[in-house]
Nanobody, 123 residues
Framework: QVQLVESGGGPVQAGDSLRLSCAAS????????MAWFRQAPGKEREFVAG????????SYADSVKGRFTISKDSAKNMVYLQMNSLKPEDTAVYYC????????????????WGQGTQVTVSS
């Protein structure tokens, strides 16, 4: 059974940093592209950052480029999202996702999802 478990969210002030973690199990980690999405109240789930299987090139939404960094530790089956210079508009539930086919920006393309972790940034 595939499981993706996020952790590391919480309330922070604008300008602070957070690191989200995603622990993956039940899948061949090296075969999956991994990504972070987020969903704010009343909005659709949106792509934040992704990393291709095998640790290839990364991809970021324009809104987080230069502030967020995605990384993975294949030995531990972990994916991370380092978030710096957080803004109130970054407030959302953040989800970890796995895609067997390729790294895409559409939520519908992803095969597995975690339960999400809340990030709340106050001004």
């Amino acid at each position: 059974q595939v499981q993706l478990v996020e952790s590391g969210g919480g309330p922070v002030q604008a300008g602070d940093s957070l690191r989200l973690s995603c622990a993956a199990s039940g899948l061949t980690f090296s075969s999956y592209a991994m990504a972070w999405f987020r969903q704010a109240p009343g909005k659709e789930r949106e792509f934040v950052a992704g990393i291709r299987r095998g640790g290839g090139p990364t991809s970021y939404a324009d809104s987080v480029k230069g502030r967020f960094t995605i990384s993975k530790d294949s030995a531990k089956n972990m994916v991370y999202l380092q978030m710096n210079s957080l803004k109130p508009e970054d407030t959302a539930v953040y989800y970890c996702a796995a895609d067997l086919a390729r790294l895409g920006a559409l939520a519908s393309e992803y095969d597995y999802w975690g339960q999400g972790t809340q990030v709340t940034v106050s001004s």
